[in-house]
């Protein structure tokens, strides 16, 4: 799906990581850097795949925002589904609990992962993300994320 390709190409460019030389975006599962851009997966988290699926084309083009996407590792893949929790606690941390709770109520469709329902506040997402996956946290203080404040989903 060619939006899939346009949006893997933008999360790499607003995710690139300084720490590493030459910049490029860290895996949201294992922390590492990620190879290059054709091989890296992406991983929807809020909405899976098979929520949109038997919908309309323009509809299940709506789950491919950067809200709902990760680049990872193939190899890493396996890990994102088994668990759900520091996937989305990841983005919360990007985006903040409202404007992601802003984006789902637009949805057509029934989003499966309630994180508002589970607790997993912007507090808990934090303590989540520092202790598990401290590398997503950092990227909020890099000045990529101050450019795409405001910026579309
Ligand atoms: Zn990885």
Redo the contacts with the bound molecule.
Sequence with gaps: MANRLGLKARLWRERLSYTVNPPRPL??????P?GRLGRADLHESIVPRRVAMGWPKEQRGLIYVAYNCHL??R??HKQAHADPDLMVAIQVCRYGFTPLKVWVDTLPFRVPYNWWHRGLDERTARLMVERRAPWAWLERHDVSMYGRQGGKW
């Design positions: 895996c949201d599962v294992c922390g590492e990620l990872l590792h190899k890493c």
